[in-house]
C-alpha cells in the first residue's frame, strides 16, 4: 500500500506562512504528478498546486497564485507547499496526492493515492 506522509499543518496569524511536506515512495516521486488539494468545511475539495515530471509544468490554483509554491527535493522523495501571505480563507484540511495520468488528470481532481491530510488554521 502506497503512503504519502504529510506533515507541517498548524495554526497561524493571517499574513503568515507555513511550509508542508509530503514524503511518498520513491518510484512514485520520481513518475507521478504530485499534488496538494485543500477541503474547507461545507467546501468542495480544491487542488491548490501541483507539478509533473513530464515537461516541467507546475500548475496552481487562482486563488493561490503567486503566494504558494509548489517544490521538490529530489533526495528525499519529498514534495513541499510553501504558503506565504495566508489568509483566513486558506484554512483547510490540506492532501498531498499523486496520480499516474496526465497534469490534466489531477486538475479535474483525479489522484491514485492520497495522503492522510494536515490541518491549516489561519487566523485573522
Known amino acids: 500500500q502506497v503512503q504519502l506522509v504529510e506533515f507541517g499543518g498548524g495554526l497561524v496569524q493571517a499574513g503568515g506562512s507555513l511550509r508542508l511536506s509530503c514524503a511518498a515512495p520513491?518510484?512514485?516521486?520520481?513518475?507521478?504528478?504530485m499534488g496538494w488539494f485543500r477541503q474547507a468545511p461545507g467546501k468542495e475539495r480544491e487542488l491548490v498546486a501541483a507539478?509533473?515530471?513530464?515537461?516541467?509544468?507546475?500548475y496552481y490554483a487562482d486563488s493561490v497564485e503567486g503566494r504558494f509554491t509548489i517544490s521538490r527535493d529530489n533526495a528525499k522523495n519529498t514534495v513541499y507547499l510553501q504558503m506565504d501571505s495566508l489568509k483566513p480563507e486558506d484554512t483547510a484540511v490540506y492532501y498531498c496526492?499523486?496520480?499516474?495520468?496526465?497534469?490534466?488528470?489531477?486538475?479535474?481532481?483525479?489522484?491514485?493515492?492520497w495522503g492522510q491530510g494536515t490541518q491549516v488554521t489561519v487566523s485573522s
Open positions: 496526492a499523486a496520480d499516474s495520468g496526465p497534469l490534466g488528470s489531477i486538475i479535474r481532481g483525479t489522484a491514485d493515492y
Open positions: 520513491g518510484r512514485i516521486f520520481r513518475s507521478y504528478v
Open positions: 507539478f509533473s515530471w513530464s515537461g516541467g509544468s507546475t
